[in-house]
């Protein structure tokens, strides 16, 4: 099983990014996958979930805005989109799935309490 997420980068405030979760070795469809990030010193928080199975997608209340996750079953790969991008979204995100949609119902705070799988993250760094 892998997750690959990659598209980060250092941009500008105000700036859009898409970030690219690659996944391979089980089937997307009955996996539920998260995008996440971790600033320096901080927490993990969740950012979406989607079922790509119905396409249901899913935001933390924080998040809801300027990110919108969305995904391939062809291409096997999850994306978030992140527009308007201010200096505190500076963060490694991470992709993660775990087994089924309905963890994606709970708070974003539970989301990463039970993943199976996890991916190396990507830094996106956002410049003011």
């Known amino acids: 099983v892998q997750l690959q997420a990659s598209g980060g980068g250092l941009v500008q405030a105000g700036d859009s990014l898409r970030l690219s979760c690659a996944t391979a070795?089980?089937?997307?469809?009955?996996?539920?996958i998260g995008w996440f990030r971790q600033a320096p010193g901080q927490a993990r928080e969740g950012i979406a979930c989607?079922?790509?199975?119905?396409?249901?997608?899913y935001y933390a209340d924080s998040m809801k805005g300027r990110f919108t996750i969305s995904g391939d079953n062809r291409k096997n790969t999850v994306y978030l989109q992140i527009d308007t991008l201010k200096p505190e979204d500076t963060a490694v995100y991470y992709c993660?799935?775990?087994?089924?949609?309905?963890?994606?119902?709970?708070?974003?705070?539970?989301?990463?309490?039970?993943?199976?799988?996890w991916g190396k993250g990507t830094q996106v760094t956002v410049s003011s």
């Open positions: 070795g089980f089937t997307l469809a009955q996996y539920g």
């Open positions: 993660a799935a775990r087994y089924g949609s309905a963890w994606c119902l709970l708070p974003a705070a539970q989301w990463d309490d039970d993943m199976d799988y």
């Open positions: 989607i079922d790509t199975s119905d396409g249901s997608t």
